[in-house]
């Protein structure tokens, strides 16, 4: 009888457990639906949003006379503008009446691509567009995202909210010729994504000045900043931050770009590379950062990335590599403290937001719900992680947070569950943790 009840009161605890964890997720979701950023009832401790309300903002911002790659002409570049499309995400003051959501429009598919043509979609987040800023919080730390290629300032909304929502104001970069909506050349991608990082924070150090009349005045503290990259946006974080790229990188570069040399600037042997290095940048989030298998960097560069880092990857990524790809900068960044956390099976949708429903219709190539998403984990899972994750590793170095304790967790949860994991919820990741 000992036995029975015993076994009947942890039952009991376990379902009002659930129910506990299903009724916070649904106090989110008052009409039932889900909201990507949403939590499920088994996410980790630090996935909920923190205390600020989210505002959001678009912005268009140009990056004047850079080198037009795609152009080339009689062995010259010409120069160009690019334009910049930015998301901000911000705290905010919400009116209490007022609910806080906003509608994001995006496409499918691929500019210029008969087999993928643009479907233009829209999704719900939960932000407010254009809402007050809440200064309450003093200069907040700022975060910079970039995504892959393809992709889209609005890829991870489900961080980008998050992030805003525990107090740092988030720019999400639309890269020009990156996007669905305009892709271009490959080597527009290989040159200016580490550019226009770099470019992105100076302008929000401008914006964000006291005497600026954008709403950013005085929200940001530029100094205190911090790059998230998926894909390409992993490998155009990495070169903004120390890791220059090899001389097969640049060689590579040349053959794709009818001999041009404009990637030299990034390479580590450049003075100018090193030259801009920028010192505001304290820490790097990579997702799956592409590159490594194809010889961007040797071990001279790797080296020369010495900022914290967290990368991301899924054991299985058929598209940056996972051994001889992803694992092997973590392996060869020597001189940075650096975690890797590692989605067991998976490939490489460690980043995105769930495959959207407009995925789902007939008659939509199955290749745009395949962009989304991973075909051995469940997608918003893998959201809720993230955000736990990076929540944890931003804090750290952003904020000064004592949140090491939950990310100097074991390799694998074999001893039981990671520090911040609900019991049987950290199988299939493993984290690894080097120091210079």
Do not use: C
């Not at 790659?69 to 009116?95: C, F, M």
């Amino acid at each position: 009888m000992k036995s029975v009840k015993s076994t009947s009161i942890r039952y009991l605890f376990l379902l009002l457990f659930t129910l506990g964890a299903a009724w916070q997720t649904s106090a989110q979701s008052p009409d039932n639906s889900f909201v990507n950023g949403d939590l499920l009832p088994n996410s980790p401790e630090l996935s909920p949003r923190g205390t600020y309300g989210v505002g959001v903002r678009t912005l268009k911002v140009v990056h004047k006379d850079q080198v037009d790659v795609l152009h080339q002409k009689d062995g010259k570049n010409p120069l160009y503008d690019r334009s910049l499309t930015l998301e901000v995400w911000y705290p905010a003051r919400i009116p209490a009446d007022k609910q806080a959501l906003v509608t994001y429009e995006s496409v499918l598919g691929r500019a210029n691509d008969p087999k993928r043509p643009l479907v233009p979609f829209t999704f719900a987040g939960r932000a407010s567009r254009d809402a007050e800023p809440d200064a309450s919080g003093g200069a907040y730390p700022l975060v910079i995202v970039s995504h892959g290629y393809l992709g889209s300032r609005l890829l991870l909304t489900y961080l980008t909210e998050n992030l805003a929502s525990k107090g740092y104001v988030v720019v999400a970069i639309d890269h020009m010729e990156s996007t669905y909506s305009d892709a271009a050349g490959f080597p527009s991608t290989l040159l200016n994504r580490a550019l226009d990082d770099l470019f992105v924070l100076n302008e929000m150090a401008r914006l964000s000045a006291k005497s600026s009349n954008n709403f950013l005045a005085g929200l940001l503290n530029a100094d205190n900043t911090a790059l998230v990259g998926y894909s390409m946006g992993g490998y155009g974080a990495l070169n903004a931050t120390g890791a220059g790229f090899s001389p097969q990188a640049v060689k590579m570069f040349g053959q794709l770009a009818q001999g041009s040399t404009a990637l030299e600037v990034r390479s580590m042997d450049s003075p100018a590379y090193k030259a801009s290095l920028d010192p505001r940048i304290k820490a790097v989030v990579a997702f799956a950062p592409w590159g490594m298998e194809r010889g961007m960097w040797d071990a001279k560069g790797l080296a020369g990335l010495t900022l914290p880092t967290l990368f991301v990857a899924g054991s299985k990524d058929d598209v940056s590599g996972y051994e001889k790809g992803i694992k092997a900068i973590y392996d060869g960044a020597v001189n940075a403290d650096r975690y890797m956390l590692t989605y067991v099976n998976a490939r490489h949708n460690v980043a995105p937001n769930p495959p959207p429903a407009v995925s789902f219709q007939a008659g939509v190539s199955a290749d745009e719900y395949m962009h989304y998403a991973e075909p051995a984990w469940n997608e918003r899972r893998i959201n809720n992680i993230n955000q736990h994750f990076v929540t944890a590793f931003l804090g750290i170095h952003l904020k000064k947070m004592d949140y090491v304790k939950y990310l100097d967790v074991p390799e694998t949860d074999v001893a039981g569950p990671w520090t911040g994991f609900k019991p049987r919820m950290s199988v299939g990741l493993e984290m690894r943790h080097a120091k210079p």
